[in-house]
């Protein structure tokens, strides 16, 4: 005992010193780089504030040689925005550009266009060479006698060169125009013929001028012709707005929680807001070790992982009080406690991580944000739960908290029966459900509408702008009547909708796809006759649009697909995994109908929530489930409908809790986050409180009615053939045992 002791407190002080270590390093870093600082973790555009384009490459045919080659020369464009800029291909035709920390993004936008064509000239407008001919172009200086010089030197291929010598031995003295996209953007003379594919063209008057000029000729060069897809532009500013109010949610959350978990749970309760602060430190390293890219749904993802870590946190310690209830000592209930949890924990947390990992591969841009936090969010909390919470509750057990007082009571509520009151419950959510069906006319008839639900203009395509005016300007019916019909001029459409955010002085404005040129004559106007400060704006194709439909209703699909054969393996029962899935469709029927009647904006984040409510709402399916599997054996014999009305009511006070520790930070993002994150947190904390509703009231009774038409089918089987199939089923196991007794009694004698 006294060597276990010493292995104890040792994990603590550990523990304690490791949490403390990676808390300075997180806050300060190491060395005069701050290695391993919060402050040097990546932030998205979305955070950063910049600009993001999606390209789509014309043409049937396209070499992956091309793709890398135009990847190669875009990424040399824009390395000269910001060295944080990423040029990728995305699927076979896709090239996606992002550079953030930009202040300015319109002007990059407008500078990086769509890559048109590039042609030498000759006077007589004879083309000698196109921008497939140019291997190079760069901006250099040099020095005469004594002056600096800028000039861009230019090379070719073999057939540009044997062309080029043609055109300079012809056109000597005579100038050669350098025309791209139908403008000429040089006209240098030619003082000789060049024949080994190299030369200069001289006469800038400074190395940003020489190196606009390389820029455009590259640019032009491209082997391949560009369409713009998608393009956002996020303030700087708004990004730094974003991340102040979620971090502040998120402290004022986890406080919070900490303080239900200390007035709920007494010791174990601070064990889990140690191993909480723990699972913080570890989590911010882990951002930092894995160079993830920290988006704004992201950070709601490790805010809702918080509430998660929690979870797990309440399921042992529930589970140890059970355990004193029966007469155990602390220490064998803590034991007890940890072992008979693990299996719940772990089964919730492997759904969510299913979850997580079609995110990952089905979604795009800040969803796989969201989704990669969300799964390394749920991995450590895991850890804290199992490995660093269990020393926290034996070291606090050896440094005396040893009487039962200190863990709490198991408190015996009402006996309800759920099985009979399922068929009610079922009824009331029909009713929810067919409300939100019935309100998707009503939304598709509205015309600032005109779909079921409100699609985001990355479900429907367009331009959407979020203008922030600045803190004098009062946002009334006037001023958004002038700003509409700005918009229907610019637009030349009278398609404009407009949605005041709440507790801000930002409006969103919605509109047809517009133009780089619509959309710079905006925000001009904006800002000089209507007094805006910034104004962000994002453009999507319909290709992209349908894509996302597309793939939101596939990732749904093959995340329930997916938790259905998990939870039939684990749980030996197909029907435990079906009725786990009809719930779901509940859940997800129910939060589309918020959707439907709050006409919330239908976009990418939408995606996220709906499989997070999904990942959610199995977990606390699981707890049910998992004592649900635990009494068919400790009530073997028993009534079905006893054994699942006995499984939820032991297990309530537990999904309840779980559900109050998320509820709280996602709570907390609602009313302290930006707007951006606001429509998340609401239909998580509706997703949330669903999925409490219906794993208690119908996932264990949906289990029930299936297991009793199992029944059902065995004895009309068994009346026909004149054999008793009903011995293999649920509640007759005691008279199978004796049965198999008396056999092997009758064999011996």
């Known amino acids: 005992m006294k060597k276990s002791k010493r292995k104890v407190i040792l994990g603590f002080l550990l523990v304690i010193i490791l949490t403390v270590a990676g808390g300075v390093i997180s806050y300060q870093g190491i060395g005069k780089k701050h290695t391993g600082s919060a402050q040097n973790i990546d932030l998205g555009l979305d955070l950063a504030g910049g600009v993001s384009i999606t390209y789509e490459v014309q043409g049937k045919k396209i070499s992956q040689k091309d793709m890398d080659d135009t990847i190669y020369k875009l990424q040399k464009r824009v390395d000269g925005y910001s060295t944080e800029s990423e040029v990728y291909q995305e699927g076979d035709k896709r090239i996606k550009i992002e550079i953030p920390g930009v202040t300015d993004a319109n002007t990059i936008l407008e500078e990086l266009g769509q890559p048109g064509t590039l042609s030498f000239m000759t006077p007589d407008g004879q083309v000698v060479l196109t921008g497939s001919n140019v291997k190079s172009a760069e901006a250099q200086t040099g020095d005469d006698n004594g002056t600096k010089k800028y000039y861009v030197a230019l090379e070719f291929d073999e057939e540009g060169t044997k062309a080029f010598a043609t055109a300079t031995k012809n056109f000597l003295g005579q100038q050669i125009y350098i025309i791209y996209d139908n403008q000429i953007v040089s006209a240098p003379s030619v003082n000789s013929e060049i024949k080994n594919g190299e030369c200069v063209i001289e006469g800038m008057e400074s190395f940003e001028a020489a190196e606009n000029l390389a820029s455009s000729i590259r640019i032009g060069a491209l082997p391949v012709e560009l369409k713009e897809l998608s393009s956002n532009v996020v303030s700087a500013k708004l990004g730094a707005n974003a991340i102040a109010s979620t971090l502040k949610a998120g402290a004022i959350g986890f406080a919070l929680v900490a303080i239900f978990m200390m007035i709920v749970y007494l010791v174990p309760g601070v064990c889990a807001s140690i191993a909480l602060v723990s699972y913080i430190v570890m989590m911010l390293l882990a951002l930092n070790g894995f160079n993830v890219t920290l988006t704004l749904p992201g950070l709601a993802g490790i805010i809702l992982t918080i509430g998660m870590a929690v979870d797990a946190n309440v399921i042992i310690y529930t589970r140890i009080r059970e355990e004193i209830a029966t007469g155990k000592s602390v220490l064998t209930s803590i034991k007890e406690g940890f072992s008979k949890a693990s299996s719940a924990i772990l089964d919730g947390n492997i759904t969510t991580l299913i979850a997580a990992a079609v995110l990952w591969f089905k979604g795009s841009g800040s969803v796989k944000g969201f989704a990669q936090t969300l799964a390394i969010g749920i991995l450590i909390s895991m850890f804290t739960a199992l490995v660093v919470s269990r020393i926290l509750a034996y070291a606090f057990y050896y440094f005396g908290f040893k009487d039962t007082r200190f863990y709490g009571k198991i408190k015996e509520g009402k006996k309800i029966n759920y099985t009979k009151l399922s068929k009610k419950c079922m009824i009331l959510s029909l009713v929810v459900i067919l409300a939100g069906f019935a309100f998707m006319p009503i939304n598709k008839a509205d015309k600032d509408i005109g779909h079921p639900l409100n699609f985001s203009l990355e479900f429907s395509g367009g331009t959407s702008s979020t203008v922030t005016f600045d803190k004098d300007t009062k946002l009334n019916s006037s001023l958004e009547k002038k700003v509409v019909k700005l918009y229907e001029d610019v637009s030349e459409s009278s398609s404009v909708q407009t949605q005041k955010v709440s507790d801000s002085n930002q409006m969103i404005i919605k509109t047809v796809s517009l133009t780089l040129e619509q959309r710079e004559k905006l925000e001009s106007s904006l800002t000089k006759n209507y007094h805006a400060k910034s104004v962000a704006c994002e453009n999507i194709s319909s290709t992209i649009s349908s894509e996302m439909q597309r793939d939101a209703i596939i990732a749904v699909i093959i995340a329930t697909v997916c938790m259905l054969i998990y939870i039939a393996f684990r749980f030996k029962d197909i029907k435990f995994g079906g009725s786990a899935v009809l719930a779901l469709l509940h859940d997800v029927l129910v939060v589309l109908t ?156």
Do not use: H
Request: proline share 1%; aromatic share 8%; hydrophobic share 40%.
């Open 594 to 749: 918020v959707y439907s009647i709050g006409r919330l904006s239908v976009g990418s984040n939408f995606i996220a929530c709906m499989l997070t409510i999904v990942g959610y709402s199995i977990n606390a399916t699981i707890i049910i489930f998992d004592r649900i599997r635990e009494n068919l054996k400790a009530m073997d014999g028993e009534e079905l409908d006893d054994i699942v009305n006995t499984s939820i009511n032991q297990t309530f006070t537990r999904t309840i809790n779980t559900s109050i520790t998320t509820f709280i930070m996602v709570l907390c993002l609602f009313l302290l986050g930006s707007s951006s994150i606001r429509e998340f947190a609401l239909t998580l904390m509706a997703g949330i409180v669903c999925g409490a509703y219906s794993s208690v009231c119908i996932t264990g009774p949906v289990w029930y009615y299936m297991k009793k038409r199992e029944k059902g089918k065995r004895k009309a089987v068994s009346s026909k053939s004149g054999v008793d199939v009903s011995k293999g089923l649920i509640g007759n196991r005691k008279e199978k045992k004796a049965a198999k007794r008396t056999g092997k009694r009758q064999k011996r004698r």
